[in-house]
């Protein structure tokens, strides 16, 4: 069984780096890898030596290795007879109390680390609440539906440490994470959507529906098109697109296309007027046709 078990299930064994902020990301990702092994199988060898074995970082091998390898084994199954006494699992009439726990010796040897970084729950509970305080907010560019999800893991985490917010908590700090701008008509809006009903879930819905391509819009405007390509007038079009020309308004309208002007002073006279696009061939057409209806 232990050749079963060699270098390429030791390689996707998580490593910690020793950072105390990194310390909950790094029991996530144990929590990940154990959820992938059928535990059961482990019971022939020393799943929390080879856990230790796998740490790359200096200050958490020694750390680590200041513990006995004994001192992780699994927690093994108990039986109990018929009256309640402890047996051995082969015993006759043999009762399973209480199963085993393959993967104890691990998370014994994590609870080592947080405690050697001075992690304990208080300690913990200030962290992840500093945390959410500072740093919750939605990104530049992050989808709305993104950041709900980072939302209510920090929500859940705090929960599991006995830091809980009301519902309408949730809703108020929600609404004033979403880092839609500085323009107030979106708040407005999305306040008008909820009406009398402030509930997290109500506001959650209608941010996702009125503002479900905010991030694309933020995105246009850090990345716009074309904007590591030339600006010179000489540029080509793209393919399959006609030349459109951009102008500020000059406040005066432009002549009318009759007959009785000349081609040079009607192309001149359009050419400072552009509201929207102006696509220069079908400018170039009408004022051809000008000319023709004149002659």
Known sequence: MGDSWGEAFDRVI??????????????????????????????????????????????????????????????????????????????????????????????KAVAFLEKFIFMDKTSKRYELRDAFYRDMRRQPGERLDSFQVRFEKELADLDALDVRFEDADKAY?????????????????????????????????????LFRAVHLHERSRQFPSGSGASTSSSSAPPTGRPAVAYRRFTGRPPPPFTGSAPRERLLEAHRDFDVMPVVASSLGAAVEDAGLSAR
């Not at 927690?75 to 209480?98: E, M, P």
């Open 173 to 209: 700090f929600f609404r004033d994470r979403l880092n839609l701008g500085k323009d107030s008509q979106r708040y407005e809006l999305l306040d008008t959507a909820t009406g009398a009903d402030p509930s997290y879930e109500t506001l959650t819905t209608h941010a996702k529906r």
């Open 14 to 107: 998580p490593q910690w780096d020793g950072r105390a902020e990194s310390i909950r990301q790094h029991k996530e990702d144990v929590s990940w890898w154990l959820a992938g092994v059928d535990l059961s199988k482990t019971a022939s060898f020393n799943l929390a030596a080879r856990y230790v074995r796998r740490q790359q970082h200096p200050g958490v091998a020694a750390r680590l290795r200041a513990l006995k390898p004994t001192d992780l084994e699994f927690t093994r199954a108990k039986y109990v007879d018929t009256d309640g006494f402890a047996v051995t699992a082969d015993a006759a009439g043999a009762i399973l109390d209480t199963p085993a726990i393959y993967d104890a010796g691990v998370w």
